[in-house]
T-cell receptor, first 113, second 114 residues
Framework: AQSVTQLDSHVSVSEGTPVLLRCNYS??????LFWYVQHPNKGLQLLLK??????LVKGINGFEAEFKKSETSFHLTKPSAHMSDAAEYFC???????????FGAGTTVTVRA | GAVVSQHPSWVICKSGTSVKIECRSL??????MFWYRQFPKQSLMLMAT?????????EQGVEKDKFLINHASLTLSTLTVTSAHPEDSSFYIC??????????FGEGSRLTVL
């Protein structure tokens, strides 16, 4: 079985400052890890994913995440927040070759002008 | 990129009626589709896995007679909420996977039962 814990339910940052969203996972086998973003009343958009290649994964809109097996973490970062980054972010885990996803509880990001 | 379309995006219905939500993969064939339910300010919960041409696999605690899923073609899956009640009000999201294995999500359908 696999599970995901997002350590912060809400993160507030000033525009232009770094963003850090923390995620820890547990999985019996080698997992695939994803970060998705959801804007209000919208579906989910994939930001980035880790499968088995490089541990530092670059995604869209300047986001990146680092897979750290020793810490069972997959934290999401962005060097400079933009107002459009205000949204809900989900860390997601799945077993390799299994399409079933386990979602974290989500982190709400607000960006102050 | 691949697009998954849901219809309707908003629906309001009276208690006791049935509502059908469609999920279409617009530019790829989806052998597997997934239906999720999302309560306000909460995460997504997988309801069922839908495979084309076969019965859906429901997650524990999801009433299959309440939430009917049909995946009649490689581009269309439908979720029917039968005899809807106010507690069924929620945001329903589908996702679809194609040959590459990547998952694409629909825009979601908000159901309000009065």
């Amino acid at each position: 079985a696999q599970s995901v814990t997002q350590l912060d339910s809400h993160v507030s940052v000033s525009e232009g400052t770094p963003v850090l969203l923390r995620c820890n996972y547990s999985s019996s086998y080698s997992p695939s890890l994803f970060w998705y973003v959801q804007h209000p009343n919208k579906g989910l958009q994939l930001l980035l994913k880790y499968t088995s290649a490089a541990t530092l994964v670059k995604g869209i809109n300047g986001f990146e995440a680092e897979f750290k097996k020793s810490e069972t973490s997959f934290h999401l970062t962005k060097p400079s927040a933009h107002m459009s980054d205000a949204a809900e972010y989900f860390c997601v885990v799945s077993l390799r070759n299994d399409y079933k996803l386990s979602f974290g509880a989500g982190t709400t990001v607000t960006v102050r002008a | 990129g691949a697009v998954v379309s849901q219809h309707p995006s908003w629906v309001i219905c009276k208690s006791g009626t049935s509502v059908k939500i469609e999920c279409r993969s617009l530019d790829f064939q989806a052998t597997t589709m997934f239906w999720y339910r999302q309560f306000p300010k909460q995460s997504l919960m997988l309801m069922a896995t839908s495979n084309e041409g076969s019965k859906a696999t429901y997650e524990q605690g999801v009433e299959k007679d309440k939430f009917l899923i049909n995946h009649a073609s490689l581009t269309l899956s439908t979720l029917t909420v039968t005899s809807a009640h106010p507690e069924d009000s929620s945001f329903y999201i589908c996702s679809a996977s194609g040959a590459t294995g990547e998952l694409f999500f629909g825009e979601g359908s908000r159901l309000t039962v009065l």
